[in-house]
């Protein structure tokens, strides 16, 4: 067999692949089948600029922010070679995606971080079709650049004439990126408090949480309003907006003016397509949105912080071939008879073959475990049933297991949980179980109770935290072991 240039470097690949992967996943060089889409990343320290003109050192994948969007078709294989040009170690997630857990990319759970000059290869099945994120699990390389878009198409033909990647960031832009002149949070005190002054830990001023920063830029694809140029699309087409928040503590009420929009999937779940005006979208949530191109102008899409009511956050203008002008209108949020489309509002629409197995549930009652998620206001860590990461006590369940999580949030932050490795239903017992829709990542309001459930049918190690970064680091996971 002649051994070209280019089969070399694959046989290379694989063989580092087959190096990399841990054992029992390794079947796909043996499926033949399925086609291998192959991509390269290297995250390092990386000068950028959002469109105003000051640049700045963020960490990203292949010198851009957001990072390389990658796409495969469901079915497909996914190969992405991470070589680590950072000055620190890094890995990478693929949130959402109900990957092999030694491809989940989180530190110290289910990899070990990949170290200044190394490389990994990450390989899994891309399965199921959606709209999903990649990013950096270490510390806070999240909130400095490093995350993009990875989409799944799915096979059948697409139904739309359009489509564009929303990715909406919050960013400080200084070197560093959102961890730039963000102070720790103190711990001075805390041994007081709980009666143990001068005990070790806890006391050093440097050991401490960092704080949330006050983000001073908000982009969409890597770019601030108005430095940008508009979405284009033309009258009469049907436009697929796939909108992603992986900001790190920014949660978005989103409206397009002179349009409604149509949900149709939510965490590239399909629902049944639902109609509203504003769409709430949590960090680590993804929508897709459709509309029809019918009212012809310049709008903007906007997203207002949904913490801060009224100020806006992400804009990016959308403009109908053909129209001139250079100011979009805005869309209005207050007013009467404007629609908001909340969780309960949707309702799931699951091809058949995505319902549980057979023998999911072990044909017991479901495991019900209580996560109540507290902290803040005295302390600077964030908490799960009182218990600050890693110094968490573990949660076991066994394989199919049905298991729901109740939550109870006691603090007077939201806090959008993501579970990795397994999408969960919405439980809502005032709802039919149908109307349950799926998602990985669901906010859980100051002062709300909300419930999960999923088939444990996912083996290994996996991360379930809060996806405001700065909560997560001050403490607020824990890990599901599911055997
Ligand atoms: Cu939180």
């Excluded at 841990?22 to 079947?27: A, F, M, S, V, Y």
């Excluded at 983000?215 to 087409?237: C, Q, R, S, W």
């Excluded at 801060?308 to 001139?324: E, F, H, K, L, S």
Aim: net charge neutral; charged share 20%; glycine share 10%.
């Amino acid at each position: 067999m002649e051994l070209t240039r280019r089969s070399f470097i694959r046989t290379a690949l694989a063989a580092a692949a087959y190096a990399a992967a841990p054992k029992g996943i390794l079947p796909v060089y043996g499926q033949g089948e399925a086609k291998v889409r192959e991509f390269s990343l290297s995250a390092s320290v990386a000068g950028i600029d959002l469109g105003t003109g000051r640049e700045f050192n963020a960490w990203a994948y292949n010198g851009q922010v957001p990072g390389p969007e990658i796409r495969a078709k469901a079915g497909e294989i996914i190969r992405v070679r991470l070589k680590n040009d950072l000055p620190a170690a890094t890995t990478i997630h693929w949130h959402g995606v109900p990957v092999p857990n030694e491809m989940d990319g989180v530190p110290g759970v289910t990899q070990k971080a990949v170290q200044p000059g190394e490389t990994f290869l990450y390989e899994f099945k891309a399965d199921p079709p959606g709209s999903y994120i990649y990013h950096s699990h270490v510390e806070y390389q999240l909130d400095q650049g490093l995350y993009g878009p990875l989409i799944i198409e799915p096979s059948e033909e697409k139904e739309w004439d359009r489509e564009y990647t929303l990715t909406l960031e919050d960013w400080v832009m200084k070197d560093g990126g959102g961890v730039a002149a963000t102070p720790r949070r103190s711990t001075m005190g805390m041994g007081m408090m709980h009666g143990r002054m001068g005990m070790g830990r806890g006391f050093d001023r440097d050991s401490g949480p960092l704080q949330e920063p006050i983000y001073d830029a908000f982009a969409v694809n890597g770019k601030i309003y108005p430095h940008m140029e508009p979405l284009t699309v033309k009258k009469g087409e049907k436009v697929k907006l796939r909108l992603m928040n992986p900001s790190s503590a920014t949660i978005y009420d989103l409206r397009l003016a002179g349009h409604s929009l149509t949900i149709t999937h939510a965490d590239g779940r399909p629902v049944r397509p639902l109609e509203t005006d504003v769409l709430r979208i949590g960090m680590g949530e993804r929508y897709d949105v459709t509309f029809t191109a019918d009212h012809q102008g310049h709008w903007l899409l906007s997203g207002i912080n949904a913490g801060y009511r009224g100020n806006p956050a992400v804009q990016i203008p959308i403009r109908y071939t053909g129209i001139r002008s250079d100011s979009p209108a805005p869309p209005a949020f207050r007013g009467p008879g404007i629609r908001f489309a909340g969780y309960w509002d949707m309702e799931a629409l699951t091809p058949e073959s995505a319902q549980p197995r057979g023998e999911a549930g072990n044909g017991k009652e479901p495991e019900l475990l209580r996560q109540t998620l507290s902290g803040g206001m005295h302390s600077p860590y964030w908490t799960i049933n009182g218990q600050v990461y890693p110094n968490v006590e573990p949660i076991r369940f066994q394989r199919n297991d049905r298991v729901r999580i109740a939550y109870w949030n006691r603090s007077m932050m939201p806090h959008p949980m993501h579970l990795h490795g397994h999408f969960f239903k919405v439980v809502n017992d005032r709802l039919p179980p149908s109307r349950w829709i799926e998602k990985d990542t669901i906010i859980v309001n100051s002062m709300q109770g909300l419930m999960i459930e999923f088939i444990a049918d996912n083996p290994g190690e996996w991360f379930h935290h809060c996806h405001n970064l700065y909560h997560l680091m001050a403490g607020m996971a824990n890990v599901v072991t599911i055997r």
